[in-house]
């Protein structure tokens, strides 16, 4: 499986980004997708979460409420909508494929990452 994340800008601080994360294989329907994040000199730290039927997510509490994650599988995407963004959400954001069908906050359980893309918020 190959992840390519997209979407990432610079935005001012209230704005809005929608990132995209595109699967080149099918098999992306069967597994939950994660978004994470890792700013600059900080470790790498769990966004969004959701299950392969889309019917289960979960989030950080930092994001709760201004983030929301949602995934097509016809077009074998996930979606990261980002709202109210504030500077302290800038960094690299990554998408990655899960072992399991459930979702996970650990990156431990994922096993294939895209390459990131990167969310700068000006205040």
């Known amino acids: 499986v190959q992840l390519q994340a997209s979407g990432g800008g610079l935005v001012q601080a209230g704005g809005s980004l929608k990132l995209s994360c595109a699967a080149s294989r099918r098999t992306f329907s069967n597994n939950a997708v994660g978004w994470f994040r890792q700013a600059p000199g900080k470790e790498r730290e769990f966004v969004a979460t959701i299950s392969w039927s889309g019917s289960r997510t979960q989030y950080a509490d930092s994001v709760k409420g201004r983030f929301t994650i949602f995934r097509d599988n016809a077009k074998n995407t996930v979606y990261l909508q980002m709202n109210s963004l504030k500077p302290e959400d800038a960094a690299v954001y990554y998408c990655?494929?899960?072992?399991?069908?459930?979702?996970?906050?650990?990156?431990?359980?994922?096993?294939?990452w895209g390459q990131g893309t990167q969310v700068t918020v000006s205040s």
């Open positions: 990655a494929s899960a072992r399991g069908s459930s979702g996970s906050s650990y990156s431990k359980d994922y096993n294939f």
